[in-house]
Nanobody, 125 residues
């Protein structure tokens, strides 16, 4: 079983930055696409970003392009989300997710198999 634990959330002013971290533990020997999702109160969970195992490919939601950067450190089972130029509408619980893949370059997993509990990001206006 793989466990994912997010950290790095907090309260920031609009225009500020945060760096979220996701630490994976357990059975992490398989190749995983890693991703970030977010869910605001009363809204559906939405995709934010994903990164392939090989670090070759990244995918971003349109609303974060140019502002957020996803990265990973496979040796330490970590994935990051650097968030710059934060907006109040970015306020949400940010969730780390992992999905297995047989291809190191693939940015879309077979399924999103594992989820963290989330870390709260609040952006004040």
């Amino acid at each position: 079983q793989v466990q994912l634990v997010e950290s790095g959330g907090g309260l920031v002013q609009a225009g500020g930055s945060l760096r979220l971290s996701c630490a994976a533990s357990g059975r992490t020997s398989s190749m995983y696409v890693m991703g970030w999702f977010r869910q605001a109160p009363g809204k559906e969970r939405e995709f934010v970003a994903a990164i392939s195992w090989s670090d070759l490919n990244r995918d971003y939601a349109d609303f974060v392009k140019g502002r957020f950067t996803i990265s990973r450190d496979n040796a330490n089972n970590l994935v990051y989300l650097q968030m710059n130029s934060l907006k109040p509408e970015d306020t949400a619980v940010y969730l780390c997710a992992a999905g297995r893949t047989a291809l190191s370059w693939k940015v879309v997993p077979t399924t999103w198999d594992h989820w963290g509990q989330g870390t709260q990001v609040t952006v004040s206006s």
